[in-house]
T-cell receptor, first 116, second 115 residues
Framework: IAGITQAPTSQILAAGRRMTLRCTQDMRHNAMYWYRQDLGLGLRLIHYSNTAGTTGKGEVPDGYSVSRANTDDFPLTLASAVPSQTSVYFC???????????????FGPGTRLTVL | AQSVAQPEDQVNVAEGNPLTVKCTYSVSGNPYLFWYVQYPNRGLQFLLKYITGDNLVKGSYGFEAEFNKSQTSFHLKKPSALVSDSALYFCAVRDMKTGYQKVTFGTGTKLQVIP
């Protein structure tokens, strides 16, 4: 079982370019999440999805969009990257929506993104 | 609003000594509390959680945490530290009263176990 995979592992991107970070899980979890990790700030939630076909905004959604066409995939898109989006991005999943249960989250290995 | 604080950016402990990583929280209702560990260049891994019941929670790799409602704390502990415990530790909280579908993470504490 792979769990959660993320691609690419790392990326250097010019400002203004469009970029999609990929996330796939094989655990048939209903809920998925995108976080960014920045030094001194911990993890901040960007967007989440409680089930396929639905998405919601987290703490820092501006400049990012997501889609959830099926259970397994939850891509994160930066429409026009800016240097402040330089960060490490983690995708996570949980069996059910956090508001309904006490489920823990399972994290992918992360994508290190640098926007120049 | 829910929040969590990890007052120490780094904790250094000698191998074989007991370790404590501190966490305090703020919620309006009852808290669900979690500890996660992050090894270099890896994603977060779940260690343990407190939902209800016994205030002392036991988790993976010999770690445990004590829920203290009066002090609003959930400190992570281990009786004897190993060099392999060196990592970044995150405390997290969810407020069950608000029902907000979100877990708030602390800023992380780097644990360095010295051989």
């Amino acid at each position: 079982i792979a769990g959660i995979t993320q691609a690419p592992t790392s990326q250097i991107l010019a400002a203004g370019r469009r970029m999609t970070l990929r996330c796939t899980q094989d655990m048939r979890h209903n809920a998925m999440y995108w976080y960014r990790q920045d030094l001194g700030l911990g993890l901040r939630l960007i967007h989440y999805s409680n089930t396929a076909g639905t998405t919601g905004k987290g703490e820092v959604p501006d400049g990012y969009s997501v889609s959830r066409a099926n259970t397994d995939d939850f891509p994160l898109t930066l429409a026009s990257a800016v240097p402040s989006q330089t960060s490490v991005y983690f995708c996570a999943s949980s069996p059910h929506a956090l508001g309904q249960t006490t489920d823990t989250q399972y994290f992918g290995p992360g994508t290190r993104l640098t926007v120049l | 609003a829910q929040s969590v604080a990890q007052p120490e950016d780094q904790v250094n402990v000698a191998e074989g000594n007991p370790l404590t990583v501190k966490c305090t929280y703020s919620v309006s209702g009852n808290p669900y509390l979690f500890w996660y560990v992050q090894y270099p260049n890896r994603g977060l891994q779940f260690l343990l959680k407190y939902i209800t019941g016994d205030n002392l929670v036991k988790g993976s790799y010999g770690f445990e945490a004590e829920f203290n409602k009066s002090q609003t704390s959930f400190h992570l502990k281990k009786p004897s530290a190993l060099v392999s415990d060196s990592a970044l530790y995150f405390c997290a909280v969810r407020d069950m009263k608000t029902g907000y579908q979100k877990v708030t993470f602390g800023t992380g504490t780097k644990l360095q176990v010295i051989p």
